[in-house]
């Protein structure tokens, strides 16, 4: 069964610090990882990754892929209030069939002014 | 264009009663997907419809649920009888046709938080 770990589960820092957000997995047939951004309501597309050692970009955020070691990181700089949300981590299912989404618990950031 | 959209946003029910969720996909997504998340855990797939016909039910806890795609528009995800681990919220989300390598980018909806007391 696919398993999917983050942490921290919860994170307070304050605005302008950079943090760095984890994801571990096990997976029998790798295709790709990915990170959401969940606000209010519906989880937001952020990342894709499926190869290591190369960067994703996009604004302040960052992710990276350790295909050898099973993890990925998030980094967020110069963090404003906005950034607050919860931060999931999911693998698409690696059997043949589906693209069902296994996820990690996530982790909570909350920015304080 | 209209993102996924769920229906109700909230609804309580008391541990027996029956309750129907709704998703409305992206216009033109073949694939439909019903997630859930109960409190303190992950967010778990319970199945996958490509149109009308379910790809993967694999994710779903028991036979007191069941899921429906007719036209292959829509789907309705039936709880009956409810019971109190029933209670979450309850995710949809849709992509496009094709299933690529790598990844399909599925759109998520708001969800529908159920309450099961």
């Known amino acids: 069964e696919d398993k999917v770990v983050q942490s921290p589960l919860s994170l307070v820092v304050h605005e302008g610090d950079t943090v760095t957000l984890n994801c571990s997995y096990e997976v029998t047939n790798f295709r790709s990882l990915l990170w959401y951004k969940q606000e209010k309501k519906a989880p937001t597309f952020l990342f894709m990754l499926?190869?290591?050692?190369i960067e994703k970009k996009s604004g302040r955020l960052s992710s990276i892929l350790d295909k050898k070691e099973l993890f990925s990181i998030l980094n967020i700089t110069a963090t404003q209030t906005g950034d607050s949300a919860v931060y999931l981590c999911?693998?698409?299912?690696?059997?043949?069939?589906?693209?069902?989404?296994?996820f990690g618990k996530g982790t909570h950031l909350i920015i304080q002014p | 264009e209209a993102g996924v959209t769920q229906f109700p946003s909230h609804s309580v029910i008391e541990k027996g009663q029956t309750v129907t969720l709704r998703c409305d996909p992206i216009s033109g997504h073949d694939n439909l997907y019903w997630y859930r998340r109960v409190m303190g855990k992950e967010i778990k797939f319970l199945l996958h419809?490509?149109?009308?016909?379910?790809?993967?039910e694999s994710g779903m806890p028991n036979n007191r649920f069941l899921a429906e795609r007719t036209g292959g528009t829509y789907s309705t995800l039936k709880v009956q009888p409810a019971e109190l681990e029933d209670s979450g919220v309850y995710f949809c989300?849709?992509?496009?046709?094709?299933?690529?390598?790598?990844?399909?980018?599925?759109?998520f909806g708001p969800g529908t938080r159920l309450t099961v007391l």
């Open positions: 999911a693998v698409p299912d690696s059997g043949g069939g589906a693209d069902g989404l296994t």
């Open positions: 419809f490509v149109k009308e016909s379910k790809q993967d």
């Open positions: 499926t190869s290591s050692g």
């Open positions: 989300a849709s992509s496009q046709g094709k299933r690529r390598l790598l990844y399909n980018e599925q759109f």
